[in-house]
């Protein structure tokens, strides 16, 4: 199971790390939260990713999710707001070794376009609408 080689207690901070794998989200600062595993595991399982899949974050927040993607994607793009938490993710996912995950500060509502199409796009932050931007950047044959 891709979810047991991701160790989730490096995504959390260390005043927490002892309730990483409780169910249940946990705050990683500046507002924002680590997913429950049960609602990772859910998501990434519901994308039908394949080994030579393309993914794109939106929300990297810590940097857990892309580290799970890039367990079964061939390359994973994810984009954070956050500058902080988007710095301290890449520097992360770097030093654990996922290396086919690229990172953007910035706003995740216009998607990465420049790096399109996507096989498939996971947004694991708040969104009220789904932006054209997503939906025109899915491979045609992935698209709703």
């Not at 705050?27 to 595991?41: C, F, K, L, N």
């Not at 992360?92 to 998607?111: A, F, P």
């Not at 790096?115 to 025109?136: E, G, L, M, R, Y």
Request: charged content about 20%; aromatic content about 8%; hydrophobic content about 40%.
């Amino acid at each position: 199971m891709i979810m047991a080689k991701v160790p989730r207690e490096k995504f959390a901070p260390i005043h927490i790390r002892a309730l990483a794998y409780a169910d249940n989200a946990l705050p990683i600062g500046h507002g924002q939260t680590i997913s429950q595993p049960y609602i990772v595991a859910l998501m990434t399982d519901l994308l039908e990713l394949t080994p030579e899949s393309t993914v794109l974050e939106i929300g990297t927040g810590s940097g857990y999710q892309a580290a799970i993607l890039s367990r079964l994607a061939k390359k994973v793009y994810t984009i954070e707001k956050v500058s902080e938490l988007c710095k301290a993710a890449d520097r992360l996912l770097k030093k654990l070794g996922h290396n086919n995950v690229e990172s953007r500060c910035s706003n995740g509502y216009y998607g990465w376009h420049e790096k399109a199409p996507f096989d498939a796009i996971i947004v694991t932050a708040a969104a009220t609408h789904i932006p054209p931007p997503w939906s025109n950047s899915l491979n045609p044959e992935d698209a709703w």
